[in-house]
């Protein structure tokens, strides 16, 4: 019984990340393409909105969702100043195909290494992909799992008025 009660207290001492806003990036180790290791809560974008995307190297929907944001990235970066992390959960096993598929497809995004998960446990990433959007001040104020072609655009609409100083309504 009181296992149990402990248990409840654990769960409910901590903030439910699925659906709130308002948070901030949490702060744990992960790796960068080059084995060095970056916080993640040194995540920073000088007071401009910031995109970050879980994804894996196994992940269909996620690779067409990075690679359709490429084609638009250099736009939305002049218009906004967005800047885009890619976070890729591949597991040791699959974690050395993510530097190769990252040079094929010349992403000019910063890509991280969670291959332990634990900055995905952190977000509360239960499957990819899985997209978050942060304000000025490394607020999460929106978030959106899954992805369907032309997702890109409402998530360009929503940094437009991040970058403007509209609030989001996060969901």
């Excluded at 909105?49 to 969702?65: V, Y």
């Excluded at 100043?81 to 050395?96: C, E, L, T, Y």
């Amino acid at each position: 019984m009181k296992v149990l009660i402990f248990s409840l207290f654990i769960a409910f001492s901590f903030p439910i990340f699925a659906q709130d806003g308002g948070r901030e990036i949490p702060s744990v180790d992960v790796k960068d393409l080059f084995g060095n290791n970056f916080n993640t809560g040194d995540i920073d974008n000088e007071g401009k909105p910031i995109i970050i995307s879980f994804w894996a190297t196994w992940c269909s929907p996620c690779k067409r969702e990075l690679n359709n944001i490429a084609e638009e990235y250099v736009d939305w970066q002049e218009e906004t100043g967005v800047k885009i992390i890619a976070v890729s959960i591949d597991d040791a096993r699959n974690m050395q195909k993510v530097k190769p598929y990252v040079d094929g497809q010349a992403w000019d995004y910063q890509v991280l290494l969670d291959p332990n998960g634990d900055f995905k446990r952190l977000m509360n990433v239960n499957n990819v992909p899985h997209t978050f959007l942060v304000d000025g001040n490394n607020q999460i104020v929106w978030q959106h799992n899954s992805y369907s072609e032309g997702d890109e655009y409402e998530l360009y609409d929503l940094v437009k008025k991040l970058s403007s100083g509209e609030k989001i309504d996060s969901h």
